[in-house]
T-cell receptor, first 111, second 111 residues
Framework: DVKVTQSSRYLVKRTGEKVFLECVQDMDHENMFWYRQDPGLGLRLIYFSYDVKMKEKGDIPEGYSVSREKKERFSLILESASTNQTSMYLC??????????FGSGTRLTVV | QKEVEQNSGPLSVPEGAIASLNCTYSDRGSQSFFWYRQYSGKSPELIMFIYSNGDKEDGRFTAQLNKASQYVSLLIRDSQPSDSATYLCAASSGGSYIPTFGRGTSLIVHP
């Protein structure tokens, strides 16, 4: 069964902390994505990557960065966490245009 | 601006009925269409995709695509309480690996 694994289900961090969200997929997918999902706002794309070492900004990259050193791993970094980054973070991967497989999500609370 | 529109609902149907979920999209270049199911507090799960005009059936689910009308629908036959979830519609253009998501329709199936 194909899988996208996000390292944490729930996280609570303090304002100003540097936060790392990890995502690993075992499907050999080239494409990986980070979204956040907020009530009433739907899914919003933060960053994506089509290949190792490659990254592209999505619709809301401000305050975030990413790293993809290996094909299976795509990390999202909150450089200095703020309360408005409290959200559900979803990692996804895909092979070409065949639809996404999502991870189970990380619910991040910044206090 | 590419848009995918869904009625937020909730759509309430009795158990055993047919649930009809609808979606319109603005980009005439869209070629791939997806339906995701998202249970409360969980991540989205791909349940159907369709690329050609007409109907595509998978078990109790039927996806319908009408490119001339820019309209996609999902029918759920013999609805069960376990089908209660938010259903996200997504559309992507040819060559793009990033779909545009609708904000979802909440479906409630009551016994």
């Amino acid at each position: 069964d194909v899988k996208v694994t996000q390292s944490s289900r729930y996280l609570v961090k303090r304002t100003g902390e540097k936060v790392f969200l990890e995502c690993v997929q075992d499907m050999d997918h080239e494409n990986m994505f980070w979204y956040r999902q907020d009530p009433g706002l739907g899914l919003r794309l933060i960053y994506f990557s089509y290949d190792v070492k490659m990254k592209e900004k999505g619709d809301i990259p401000e305050g975030y960065s990413v790293s993809r050193e290996k094909k299976e791993r795509f990390s999202l970094i909150l450089e200095s966490a703020s309360t408005n980054q409290t959200s559900m973070y979803l990692c996804a991967s895909s092979l070409k245009q065949w639809g996404y497989t999502f991870g189970s999500g990380t619910r991040l609370t910044v206090v | 601006q590419k848009e995918v529109e869904q009625n937020s609902g909730p759509l309430s149907v009795p158990e055993g009925a047919i649930a009809s979920l609808n979606c319109t999209y603005s980009d005439r270049g869209s070629q791939s269409f997806f339906w995701y199911r998202q249970y409360s507090g969980k991540s989205p799960e791909l349940i159907m995709f369709i690329y050609s005009n007409g109907d595509k059936e998978d078990g109790r689910f039927t996806a319908q695509l009408n490119k001339a009308s820019q309209y996609v629908s999902l029918l759920i036959r013999d609805s069960q309480p376990s089908d209660s979830a938010t259903y996200l519609c997504a559309a992507s253009s040819g060559g793009s690996y990033i779909p545009t998501f609708g904000r979802g329709t909440s479906l409630i199936v009551h016994p």
